[in-house]
């Protein structure tokens, strides 16, 4: 069947037949068109929601002798929720993830801009390359590189008494939520840069260009022409930097110490004690906020709207 | 089109020059921890970190062979 007969058959045109329709409805209803999203609907399932469920579960169930019962209880919510630790803890967390999203995007929009614009064609493939090569080392080396960098022999303060600026290690950084803010900002500056590329590399520079020769200064023709398109992107990156940092584990352990700590170190803390309900309960705290935050931002990936 | 703007607004080229050390600057943040891994992991110190010790005569220090 070609794609116009099949359109004429759907559409039902004047010498269409009732049961031609029908047999266009059946085929439409057919189950084998699904048949392609069955690995996907299976990795998601085993991975995604299989998961997800049992960690929703298990924040209503309780803990007796370091064994799990099936004992339906809101009381790990409670205890969370309750204990001003755990809600200092999360509302640093989420205030470390918005800070340092914040960071990330406004150290990377500068940067994309930079190499689209002003780097040549042929070298902003490897501009680009060179953002993403430290991610071809380690996760946990590009974290505990940052202990030699900030730490009380580490690069920062070695070049301060070199230079006569001090006589004792500054820890302004180390083990503290400056230094955490920084590595955070580091590892997930890649995530906020390739994708404000991308849409950059799209844009139509000749309406910076329009917006200028109408008068606009640089800055305001950037503010109401540039801004505006690379709001999905904005968006789409916020999203992509702020959600891996809520559950970020091991920066806020390395090197944030004692005063770092975040929910992630909370969770692992948790479960490493035999507490899976109260971990489980604050992994849907972290959740609940993720989903949240898909929501409000859900208006602003809807591109019909993109100079409102 | 950057040339374009330059004509119109002669504080571009200034704006670039300081894109450019802004973009140097991004790079140096991304490779400082790696290139600091790199030069550590040939100093002789027992610690992570400086002042530097020297490179030890057989190389890295935890790539050593016993004999």
Known sequence: ???????RDAGGGPGETE???ADVKRERRDWRQFVGFVPAAILFGVFFIAPLCLIIVYSFWITKNYELVPDFTIDNYKSIL???TYVRTFGKTVLMAILATFAALALAFPFCYWLVRYVPKRLQRVGLLLVILPFWTSYLLRVYAWVAILGDNGAINSMLKALGLTDAPIRLFLYDNPGVFIVLVYLYFPFAALTLYASLERFDWRLLHAAVDLGATPMRAIANTLLPQMRLALVTAGI???IPILGEYLA?????GTHGVMMGNLVANFFSGYLLPLGSAASVLIALVITIVLIVFRRSLDTKEIYV | MSDDLQAVNPRARLFRIILSFYGVGIYIFLFAPI????????N???VVGF????????????CRTTP
Not at chain 2, 35 to 42: D, E, G, K, N, W
Request: net charge positive.
């Open chain 1, 240 to 242: 992509f930097v702020f």
């Open chain 1, 82 to 84: 309750m204990t001003g």
């Open chain 2, 35 to 42: 290139a600091v891994m790199i030069l550590l992991s040939f």
């Open chain 2, 44 to 46: 002789s110190s027992r």
């Open chain 2, 51 to 62: 002042p530097w010790r020297g490179s030890p005569p057989t190389g890295i220090p935890g």
């Open chain 1, 252 to 256: 806020p352990s390395a090197i944030g």
């Open chain 1, 19 to 21: 049961p031609r329709r």
């Open chain 1, 1 to 7: 069947m070609t794609v116009a007969s099949y359109a």
